[in-house]
């Protein structure tokens, strides 16, 4: 029987609602009824709120859950996406950590944890906020956008374990029928996976006791309002019976023997890992069927990114040790400038191995690697290093490729879809950001 994972988590953002507090209050009196712990990702404005209110009724429940970082001022603009389509990614890296890591810390302080999962605020998505967090001790990313989905499976990208674009992901829209729509999302999750089946559920409090989300009212089209405003309530007991049909979902499913719910950094440990050595044998086989498709792939019963991939044939073809390194992907996409008619393996593997760039202390591919006279994209350079290892030839002629692992961003998506974005906004750069950075993404084997 398979095992159902269940990820239970709560966005807690809203600093302008009063009531948003005591539902969440609620929520978590629940949740401490039904023996259930939860991701809570916070923002930090929210917890300075409910600190300087003194709720220590509500703050009194946080050491029973897992703390998540939600972003320091969620919708006050500029979010990350907007500053980070203006910048690369190692310098976008570096203003992610400028900005957040003040809140971050403060977090920190505040509930007395090290929050261990991030978020994006809305659908502020931007893949320099993986390396930021990353560098900030945090090793998973829990939310939900589509920009990027690897067949609905949890998958590594940047070096965080990422869960977002799951296949089994619900939030209720809180209508007369939550309780049918979220049963059969449950009853009929894709159940995809050879011995563990994630579903992902989440909410907000401020859902569960207004009719307008708060940041639509005050943030939208790209502004800052001069005046904070409430969102409209729901009627009463709205609320009230809205946590009553998550309470019932909860002791439905846990009467279930094959679910279990989960944290953020508890889903890491199902991830199976293979200890068994990459051999030399075991890369020759990989590089001779290779296609020209430069992404993830299945070696020795191991996944590797492409960028581990690409140090493999570096070490391999040198002579060194064969332990993958993750190197995040290139600033740019960049087309080769090719002055030399053929390539010596040994020189192509000395630039692989010798010639990198760094992001807060972890290795980065360049966007081009001299070899001889002429300057490759490391696309290209993993393409003739693969054809050295496949053949075991001293010299290959130039070869060209295509990272293929990017395929699965979705470069059509419509920003203009959540209206707190300025009308227009499209994040272009973030989006070919994303795609460099597929340098570094493969799925997790569950």
């Not at 049918?180 to 907000?204: C, L, P, R």
């Not at 998550?246 to 439905?252: G, T, V």
């Not at 044939?313 to 053929?342: C, I, N």
């Not at 081009?368 to 993993?382: C, I």
Request: hydrophobic share 40%.
């Amino acid at each position: 029987m398979k095992q159902i994972k269940i990820l239970l988590w709560f966005d807690v953002e809203d600093f302008i609602t009063p009531e948003s507090d005591d539902a969440f209050l609620k929520l978590l009196q629940m949740l401490d009824e039904t023996g259930v712990r939860a991701t809570i990702k916070f923002c930090t404005k929210k917890v300075e709120r409910l600190k300087a209110l003194g709720r220590e009724d509500i703050l009194r429940y946080l050491p029973s859950h897992e703390l998540a970082f939600h972003s320091t001022a969620h919708s006050i603009h500029p979010l990350p996406t907007e500053y980070l389509d203006r910048m690369g990614f190692r310098d976008g890296t570096e203003e992610f950590i400028r900005r957040e890591k003040p809140g971050f810390d403060r977090l920190c302080e505040l509930v007395g944890q090290h929050p261990v999962s991030y978020g994006h605020p809305g659908m502020a998505w931007a893949p320099q906020a993986f390396a930021g967090a990353r560098a900030m001790g945090v090793p998973t990313y829990l939310d939900a956008h589509p920009i990027l989905n690897v067949d609905g499976r949890p998958f590594w990208y940047d070096g965080v374990f990422t869960m977002s674009g799951l296949a089994n992901i619900f939030c209720s829209d809180h209508d007369p029928q939550q309780r049918q729509k979220m049963w059969s999302a449950f009853e009929n999750m894709d159940m995809t996976g050879e011995d563990v089946v994630f579903f992902s559920i989440y909410d907000h409090p401020t859902d569960l006791c207004t009719t307008v989300f708060w940041d639509r009212i005050n943030f939208a089209g790209g502004k800052n309002p001069e005046v904070y405003q409430s969102a409209p309530l729901r009627p009463p007991g709205e609320l009230e019976n809205n946590i009553a049909v998550l309470r019932d979902f909860i002791e439905m499913t846990l009467q279930r023997e094959n679910v279990e719910y989960i944290t953020a950094t508890q889903a890491i440990g199902y991830e199976k890992v293979c200890a068994k050595p990459v051999r030399a044998q075991d890369l020759v086989a990989y590089a001779t069927g290779f296609t020209g498709d430069v992404t993830f792939a299945k070696i020795a019963g191991r996944m590797f990114a492409p960028s581990e991939i690409f140090s493999f044939f570096a070490k391999y073809l040198t002579g060194r040790a064969m332990q993958p390194d993750l190197l995040y992907g290139p600033e740019q996409a960049l087309p080769s400038e090719v002055r030399d008619e053929a390539f010596e393996a040994k020189a192509l593997a000395e630039a692989a191995y010798e010639q990198f760039d760094s992001v807060r202390g972890f290795k980065q591919l360049r966007s081009l690697y001299r070899v001889g006279s002429s300057l490759l994209n490391p696309v290209d350079l993993f393409c003739m290093l693969s054809e050295c290892v496949a053949t075991g030839k001293e010299t290959v002629p130039y070869r060209t490729g295509r990272l293929a692992a990017a395929d699965y961003v979705n470069d059509g998506y419509d920003w203009s879809v959540w209206p707190i974005w300025e009308p227009g906004f499209q994040a272009k750069n973030v989006v070919a950001c994303t795609k460099l950075q597929c340098w570094t993404l493969k799925p997790v084997l569950l």
